[in-house]
Every structure is written in structure tokens, then in C-alpha cells.
């Protein structure tokens, strides 16, 4: 529920740790008194229990333990010693807005960054930065409000899906578990459908836009009633209770919303006006802000970019042009990547396909008791370069990944870097075998920070179609250092030049496993028969990429698979492909369980091409098609 009292909202819930070391100086001086002050208490208290204790009646047994209860209540051994059983300290109560697939917290936050090697440090690939207030060049930047994201369970204040990929670690697009029948033959239901998205001419070819595009993956939001009742929500949905909406961006420049239940709509489209092919993402702190960018430059002349909206009423917020005559890639400003929102500090990060990182500080003002939202932006701008690397290569089109105040991503020359988003430096950076678009994830475990990504099939050869490999990669983030690399052979049709450009490889975002599988990591390639032909979905053996299982597809897919799991803790994974098809597979071996066709109500017939990635809430799987629809199906 909102706080009427308050005009603005700030983060009651969590302050993710920062690291300083002057705190655990402080830290340790602290511990070493209060170890002191314990060992003097227990030898007082020892010399009184000893000196009040009653006597074993035969202290000459010593075939079982015998224990005694001093004056004071306390169990004392034999010996004298007092016996303290310790009281295990509870696990925190799980909110209703926090995702039970990340609870309890696992990542301790406490990881430094480490030294790179010389080849990967700034210096030694010749990086060049540039950081912008305004078109003001800054030297020597900090930010006055710092970033510092935590564990990912703490990443929002109102419940659901609410970026691509769910969080600032990119590792969760499911929210809820489901029961799964066992002796059901089939476990997937289409329920429902919208078949209505339209299409929107491409600024460069002759073939319109149609449906929904990659990445394209819905959100999920599960707002709190007091903030559902100032929304522009239909009535018969707006006194809905536990209303669940969904939020998907189309490529005919619309974006949807409808109630996950019964997919009908919940209010009338948002009308961006430009194709829009990635994922938009809704504000954590459940404010009715939407965050969302421009695949194409086919709206309004010379607005392309991306845009805030308020969700109260789609007043426009705010718009960053793309068209930045400080990029180095100044004559393409499109945004396929994912924003995302540090609640803390009130900032808004998002990557640009112009090659800046635009970082916004909000200043949001939000006031539930009286409807009144605005937003006051301050926009940081970062750019990059490396020695070797032209300026029209560097657009960025992977989502960042966060963790504390460091930022992963990939652009597409190929580059993975790292960057301190509270200095806007470059941590490292390393070229990759080929392009990227993958979204990196990343996973805390054992002290140590990790990545995980891979690349696609683009320009290891100057032909239209060729078979080239797909790398996957395992990374120490706070190093660069390859953890572990592997492969898998990939077929691609590199078609830029004519407008039928379908890469293979690696499109969709691994899965980093979680319970009954957190010892792999998942991932999909997709070409893996031919052109435009098969897909293979491996599971890895985390700690030393040994293959434990995959499973073969016919058709390509360029969706991400998504991890679910059962009442009882069973994952599964479930897949979409390029004919419609949506495959539910046990993740514990990979074998099929059941797979089913989508298709639409009025034509049956019509192909269902899915490139979008899926998100699965309360047992219901929503997906985008290039089909023109929008598509519910039951998991049970």
C-alpha cells in the first residue's frame, strides 16, 4: 500500500552494503571488544558456578554426559564448563513484493573489485572516455548520489516482473510457482489471446514491422490497490483486487496492457508512436512510471530515443533524442536495451545503441494521497573507445547487469566492459569472439562475482551463409579472467545488406540455475541444422562447463528460455521457437514433457514466429509474436 503522509517515497526496505574499508577496520576493532568483554563475563561467571554447583552424586560415571543447572539457571558439563546452546538466528520474513525464487539473499555484497590484467585495463587497450554533463565534458567525476544495488531479492517494492529479466543480477523472469500433474499427459493450455497488435513501416526497407519483436519481453505488475485507483485502468479492472497487469511494447509503436487472469485489456493502449523492439521497464519502487525505448526511426522525424511516461495518465516525462551529436555513433540513436532503475539513489540507467550510457538522476516526487507525480531529470552521459575500434561499432544493445555500483554489458564490436557507474570509468573490457547482444548475468557464489554470456554467429566470415561457432563464456567480473569457455557450431544468415539479416548463436539470455538446479547455468543456440534450422538447449555444469544434458530442437528461437519451478521446488525450462511452438522441458535431465503450438483463434494457420522472450506469473507463461498477438498460456 502507498503512504499517503509522505510526499515522497524513499527505500524503508533495504540499503544494500557498500564496501569501504574503513568500515571493516572499525568492524574488526569492534568484534575484538566485544570478544574480550564475553571472556571476561563467562570467567566470572565460571568461578561462580563452580563455587554454587552441586557435585555429581557419581562423579566416577563417566559413560554419559551428566550436567548440572547452577543457581543461575545455567547448564554447566562436568567439568565445570558452561554449556550454552545456541539460538539460530531465523531467516527474514519474505515480503509480498519480494520474488520467492530469490529468497533467502545469497549474495553477501561484500565482493572488491580485483586488478585486470594490463591487456584488459583501460590503458592497455587504449580506451579513450569521455563523461558529459550536459554538453559540458566533466573530468574527475563522482556521483553525489551514489549507486549501490544489492541482492537481487531487494530489488523492488512492488511485486512481479518489472525489466527484462526481472533484476539488476538479470537472473529471474518468473514470479510464483505452479502445480504440475504428473499424470497429465498434456501440461501447457493456450487460455487466451490478443490478436490485435498491428504493424508500423521500417524506416529502411520496404517491409513493415509486425507484432512483437526481440527482445520483447512483457512485464508483470501486481500494484498496490491505493496506486491502482489513480491509474487510467478501465473500471471493471481498476476495483480488481491482486490485479496482476501486463505491459508489452509492439512494433506498430503501441504499447499494451491487459489483466494476466484472462488477457483481457485493463486500459487503452500507450501510443509511442515508433516501432519499439526491446523492453520497456516499470519504475521498482512501484511508482506508475514506465521506462521504455525506440528500435526504429520510424516516428516522428528525429525522435528517436527513449522516453518516460507516467502511467497515471501517459503524459510524456521526458525524452533523451538518440541522435546525439556527442556520440561517436551519432547518426543512429535507437534503444533496444533494457533500462534499469537504482531506487536508491532515484537514477535511471540505460545503454543507447549510439554507444553513451545515459545515467538520469530523477528527482522523482510522488505523492499517492494526492495523485501528483513529476520528475526533474539530470542526465550524465558516458561514451567509450578503444584503440582499433570505429565509433559506428560501439552501439550498445544488451541490457546492463549490476551488481553494487558496477555495470556489465556488450556492444557491438563485441565488447564486454565494466564499468563503475558512480566514476563512469572503465573498469576492463575485453573483445569477445563476435558480436554480443546477449544480456550478461551474474551470480555472487563463494566470494567470488561471475558472468555469464556468449555471442552469436555475425562477422566470423564475409558471407551470406556460413556455420561459424557460438562462444559461452563464464567470467570472474571483477577481473575479466575466463573461468571457463566453450562452444557450439552455429549456422547464420548474415543478410544486412538486404534486410533479411537472421543471425544464429546465441539470442537469448542464459539461465542461471536456481534450488533443485543451482549447480548449472543454461543456455540456447539457436541455427544449430542449417539456416534458419534447430536449436539446442545446453545445461552446464557451473563450476566447470562439463555438459550435463541438452535438448534438440527443429526450429530455431531467438527467445530466451525462462526457468520455472513447482510447488515442491522442481525446475523446468520453457523454451518458445520460430514456429510458435513453446517446449516445457525437465531441467533436471532434459527431457520433454510437453509442448504445444500457439496459434491464432481466427486463423489457425498463421505462423507464430516468436522472437520475444517470455515471462511466467502465477503459473501463466505471456508472450509477444510476430504474429500480431499476444498470448497466454496455463502451466499446470
Known amino acids: 500500500m502507498g503512504k499517503p503522509e509522505n510526499v515522497r517515497y524513499e527505500n524503508q526496505f533495504y540499503r ?4 569501504n574499508n574503513n568500515g571493516l577496520v572499525i568492524l574488526f576493532f569492534v568484534t575484538m571488544a566485544l570478544i574480550v568483554t564475553t571472556v571476561i563475563l563467562a570467567v566470572a561467571v565460571y568461578k561462580k558456578g563452580k563455587k554454587d554447583a552441586k557435585a555429581p552424586e557419581d562423579p566416577s560415571n563417566t559413560s554419559e554426559q551428566v550436567t548440572v543447572t547452577d543457581t543461575n539457571g545455567q547448564t554447566v558439563d562436568p567439568t565445570g564448563i558452561i554449556v550454552v546452546t545456541p539460538t ?59 549507486i549501490h544495488m544489492g541482492d537481487p531479492l531487494y530489488y523492488q517494492q512492488v511485486g512481479g516482473i518489472l525489466t527484462f529479466r526481472g533484476t539488476n543480477f538479470r537472473n529471474c523472469a518468473t514470479w510464483g510457482t505452479f502445480s504440475l500433474d504428473p499424470a497429465k499427459e498434456q501440461h501447457l493450455e493456450q487460455i487466451w489471446e490478443y490478436d490485435k497488435i498491428g504493424s508500423l513501416k521500417s524506416s529502411s526497407w520496404s517491409w513493415p514491422w509486425f507484432g ?28 480488481k483486487q491482486n ?50 525505448g525506440q528500435g526504429d526511426d520510424n516516428g516522428e522525424k528525429g525522435k528517436i530515443g527513449f522516453r518516460i511516461f507516467s502511467l497515471l495518465n501517459f503524459d510524456l516525462l521526458h525524452f533523451q533524442c538518440g541522435l546525439d551529436s556527442r556520440a561517436y555513433r551519432s547518426n543512429w540513436g535507437a534503444c533496444d536495451s533494457s533500462p534499469i532503475i537504482c531506487a536508491d539513489a532515484d537514477t535511471l540507467i540505460y545503454p543507447n545503441e549510439n ?22 531529470p539530470q542526465t550524465i552521459a558516458y561514451k567509450y573507445i578503444f584503440d582499433g575500434v570505429e565509433g559506428k561499432q560501439l552501439g550498445i544493445e544488451s541490457s546492463m547487469a549490476i551488481y553494487d555500483h558496477y555495470g556489465w554489458c556488450t556492444d557491438n564490436a563485441g565488447n564486454l566492459i565494466c564499468i563503475d557507474l ?129 535438448y534438440e530442437m527443429k526450429m530455431y528461437s531467438w527467445s530466451s528460455p525462462v526457468d520455472i519451478y513447482d510447488e515442491n521446488g522442481n525446475a523446468y525450462i520453457l523454451i518458445c ?10 531441467a533436471s535431465d532434459g527431457h520433454r514433457l510437453s509442448y504445444i503450438r500457439m496459434t491464432r483463434l481466427d486463423n489457425p494457420d498463421a505462423q507464430h514466429n516468436t522472437e520475444s522472450s517470455p515471462i511466467v506469473v502465477d503459473g501463466i507463461m505471456v508472450v509477444g509474436t510476430r504474429g500480431q498477438s499476444i498470448i497466454g498460456v496455463k502451466i499446470s
Open 16 to 19: 544494500p552494503r557498500r564496501v
Open 88 to 146: 539460530p538466528t531465523p531467516a527474514p520474513t519474505i515480503e509480498e513484493y519480494q520474488n520467492k525464487h530469490l529468497y533467502p539473499a545469497k549474495a553477501n555484497m561484500d565482493v572488491l573489485i580485483g586488478k585486470p590484467q594490463d591487456k584488459y585495463s583501460p590503458s592497455g587497450r587504449g580506451t579513450v572516455q569521455t563523461v558529459y554533463n550536459g554538453e559540458e565534458k566533466v573530468t574527475g567525476y563522482k556521483r553525489e548520489d551514489e
Open 212 to 239: 512483437t519483436g526481440w527482445t520483447g519481453q512483457p512485464l508483470a505488475v501486481k500494484w498496490s490497490y491505493d496506486v491502482q485507483q489513480l491509474m487510467n485502468i478501465y473500471p471493471e479492472k481498476k476495483s
Open 243 to 292: 490485479l496482476t497487469e501486463i505491459i508489452i511494447a509492439a512494433m506498430d509503436g503501441y504499447v499494451y496492457f491487459f489483466d494476466l487472469e484472462d488477457g483481457q485489456k485493463t486500459r487503452d493502449p500507450l501510443k509511442v508512436g515508433a516501432t519499439i523492439k526491446g523492453t520497456p521497464a516499470v519504475d521498482p519502487r512501484g511508482y506508475p512510471l514506465l521506462y521504455v
Open 355 to 376: 554507444g553513451m550510457i545515459y545515467t538520469v538522476k530523477l528527482n522523482t516526487q510522488f505523492n499517492v494521497s494526492t495523485g501528483m507525480l513529476s520528475i526533474n
Open 422 to 550: 558512480n566514476t563512469l570509468e572503465m573498469i576492463w573490457s575485453r573483445r569477445l569472439d563476435d558480436d554480443s547482444d546477449v544480456t550478461p548475468v551474474i551470480e555472487e557464489d563463494n566470494g567470488h562475482v561471475y558472468l555469464y554470456t556468449g555471442t552469436e554467429v555475425d562477422w566470423q566470415r564475409d558471407e551470406l551463409d556460413y556455420q561459424g561457432a557460438s562462444y559461452t563464456y563464464k567470467f570472474d567480473a571483477m577481473t575479466g579472467e575466463v573461468v571457463w569457455q566453450t562452444s557450439q557450431p552455429c549456422c547464420t544468415h548474415n543478410g544486412k545488406n538486404s534486410g533479411d539479416d537472421v543471425n544464429g548463436g546465441m539470442l537469448g539470455t542464459p539461465v542461471v540455475g536456481k534450488g533443485s538446479i543451482s549447480n548449472l547455468v543454461i543456455f540456447s543456440y539457436c541455427m544449430t541444422k542449417g539456416t534458419y534450422s534447430g536449436n539446442l538447449v545446453v545445461a552446464y555444469d557451473k563450476n566447470t562447463g562439463t555438459e550435463v544434458w541438452k
Open 577 to 586: 521457437d520460430s514456429i510458435g511452438q513453446v517446449h516445457l522441458v525437465d
